[in-house]
Nanobody, 123 residues
Framework: QVQLVESGGGLVQPGGSLRLSCAAS????????MGWYRQAPGKERELVAF?????????NYADSVKGRFTISRDNAKNTVYLQMNSLKPEDTDVYYC???????????????WGQGTQVTVSH
């Protein structure tokens, strides 16, 4: 009932940059937070970053990306962006956008997932 469309992944050289975007649509009453996980086969799933859609927006980053990645939001578009700079080979992963939202007034909040976008950092 909630769909997330991710874009912006690709292949870049170490030190390069990518910008991911994720747009949520469907049955959304309110968004609590949006962000990205990343995971590759054999790797531990990692919460990369998230931003809340309430108040001024609380932001949290994984230590591994702090200082290199920047997450931002556009509340009117139900969209979140992840600017990834100074990319490293270890950033290579599938990045999965998520949205935690209520579908109706008074309902519990649930987490919904995008299809994932491949980020490859390599020479």
């Amino acid at each position: 009932q909630v769909q997330l469309v991710e874009s912006g992944g690709g292949l870049v050289q170490p030190g390069g940059s990518l910008r991911l975007s994720c747009a949520a649509s469907g049955s959304i009453f309110s968004i609590v937070a949006m962000g990205w996980y990343r995971q590759a086969p054999g790797k531990e799933r990692e919460l990369v970053a998230f931003i809340t859609f309430v108040g001024s927006g609380y932001i949290n980053y994984a230590d591994s990306v702090k200082g290199r990645f920047t997450i931002s939001r556009d509340n009117a578009k139900n969209t979140v962006y992840l600017q990834m700079n100074s990319l490293k080979p270890e950033d290579t992963d599938v990045y999965y956008c998520y949205c935690t939202s209520q579908q109706t007034r008074g309902a519990d909040a649930y987490q919904y997932w995008g299809q994932g976008t491949q980020v490859t950092v390599s020479h």
